[in-house]
């Protein structure tokens, strides 16, 4: 069934379904709503479809009285550890001279953080951001210390790009001389998992992980391993996250950037599409600049917006499963 089809538009917010005033969407269902109501329990939110599987791992966390941190960690490393993604984790796309470079962070309601740039051949990036975060007196950790310290922490390893993958790049190689195209990102064609969790405590983490925009330059770190840029979290206000062009996303400290609107007291919804005008506003050229962002406020307000429409996300909470159709300014 087309997606359109299957859209329906829903004004009732969050509280609507822990009420069971909203019947439950089936999973992978597409609405378009903005979910202003307060949650009266967990909630866990993350970028693009491949935020349902991711999801429901947090939400295993989440249900038996687990931490935020810990489920934005487990959530992600779903999506990590699938080698049929091509933009997250091990089977991620390479960069233009053919190396795979993971990009990840993690911050929690203490705003700890930690974060792992320009990683090879390790498994779960977020992993090695959290114990980067807990075992270490850094935040940041990129290139060849990160791997060795993620070696010294016993993370395993695998000889990347994967021969799938290996495949694809040889034939990109041969029929591209454009190396600087923007990717067109799109609900088809994305990367980048960023996940936001509130647990039962009230308390907000974030996690976001990618292989980065493919064929980048070697030795390009996009906005996902930057707190602030793809990640931000403050406990006392709430939490964002960001996919798309992150050239783009660190020129406003795009995460930070919706945090700070909602401490000024903007929704969540209208924090994302401010930032989002933002970064228009900031650009003279707006071709393939697809930039979205995500965010929850500490009493489980949920809000997006992106540059472009295509872009949709994964919430999970009591009374609702299923993905969610951003707001956008234009459309391709
Ligand atoms: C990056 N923000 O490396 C990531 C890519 C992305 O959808 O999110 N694409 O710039």
């Not at 694809?168 to 998992?193: A, G, R, V």
């Amino acid at each position: 069934m087309e997606n359109n089809k299957r859209r329906r538009f829903l004004k009732l917010g969050l509280t609507g379904f822990a009420l069971g005033l909203i019947k439950p969407l089936k999973a992978g269902e597409i609405i378009s709503s903005s979910f202003e109501g307060a949650s009266n329990g967990p909630v866990v939110l993350s970028t693009w479809n491949h935020g349902l599987a991711a999801n429901s791992a947090a939400w295993e966390v989440l249900n038996k009285g687990g931490s935020a941190l810990d489920a934005v960690e487990k959530g992600v490393r779903v999506t990590e550890a699938d080698i049929t993604n091509r933009s997250v984790g091990i089977g991620g796309m390479p960069d233009r001279d053919g190396h795979v470079t993971l990009d990840a962070c993690i911050m929690d309601h203490e705003s700890r953080c930690g974060s792992v740039g320009f990683l090879e051949g390790i498994n779960h990036p977020v992993s090695v951001a959290r114990a980067i975060m807990e075992k270490t007196q850094h935040v940041m950790l990129v290139g060849e210390g990160a791997k060795a310290f993620a070696l010294e922490q016993g993370f395993g390893t695998i000889k990347t790009p994967i021969p799938e993958v290996k495949a694809e790049y040889k034939k990109w190689k041969s029929e591209n001389k454009n190396l600087f195209k923007k990717p067109e990102i799109n609900n088809e064609n994305h990367d980048t998992i960023g996940m936001l969790a509130l647990d039962q405590f009230g308390n907000l983490s974030g996690s976001c992980t990618t292989s980065g925009w493919a064929y980048k330059m070697h030795g390009r770190l996009g906005d996902s391993p930057i707190i602030g840029a793809g990640l931000f979290v403050d406990n006392e206000v709430g939490a964002a996250c960001a996919t798309g062009l992150g050239e783009a996303i660190i020129r406003i400290a795009g995460s930070h950037t919706v945090v700070e609107l909602m401490r000024q007291g903007y929704s969540p919804s209208e924090a994302c599409r401010m930032a989002v005008e933002r970064i228009i506003s900031k650009h003279k050229d707006l071709t393939g600049l697809q930039c979205c962002f995500l965010a929850i406020d500490k009493n489980g307000r949920v809000g997006s917006y992106s540059v472009y429409n295509g872009f949709n996300y994964a919430l999970k909470t009591n009374g609702f499963e299923g993905m969610v159709d951003a707001p956008f300014n234009r459309k391709w």
